[in-house]
């Protein structure tokens, strides 16, 4: 199963931009999906996860109110909306799905990964 996620980019401090994650084919493989990032020498951090179903929700504190997580599954697709970017916010941004139902925060327990796509924000 693999995920692709895409709509990274350059960014200025105040700005938004919005990520996309293809999400898998398979009902049972994307029970819960989620959004992690990862900055150099930093461990990849929790970000924000959906139930794909229900559509409840869970944020990092450090982006909750300004970053939104969604998913269409008509277009079986999931989404991340940042607004209000600060250059903390500049990291690579993986999607990720989970067999389970249960929202995780904790890499580990998702099974299926996207590549990465890079978000850069300046000052």
């Known amino acids: 199963v693999q995920l692709q996620a895409s709509g990274g980019g350059l960014a200025q401090a105040g700005d938004s931009l919005r990520l996309s994650c293809a999400a898998p084919?398979?009902?049972?493989?994307?029970?819960?999906m989620a959004w992690f990032r990862q900055s150099p020498g930093k461990e990849r951090e929790f970000v924000a996860a959906?139930?794909?179903?229900?559509?409840?929700?869970s944020y990092a504190d450090s982006v909750k109110g300004r970053f939104t997580i969604s998913r269409d599954k008509a277009e079986n697709t999931m989404y991340l909306q940042m607004n209000s970017m600060k250059p903390e916010d500049a990291a690579l941004y993986y999607c990720a799905a989970s067999r389970s139902v249960v929202i995780r925060t904790t890499a580990a327990m998702y099974d299926y990964w996207g590549q990465g796509t890079q978000v850069t924000v300046s000052s």
């Open positions: 084919d398979r009902t049972s493989s994307k029970n819960s």
């Open positions: 959906i139930s794909w179903n229900a559509g409840y929700t």
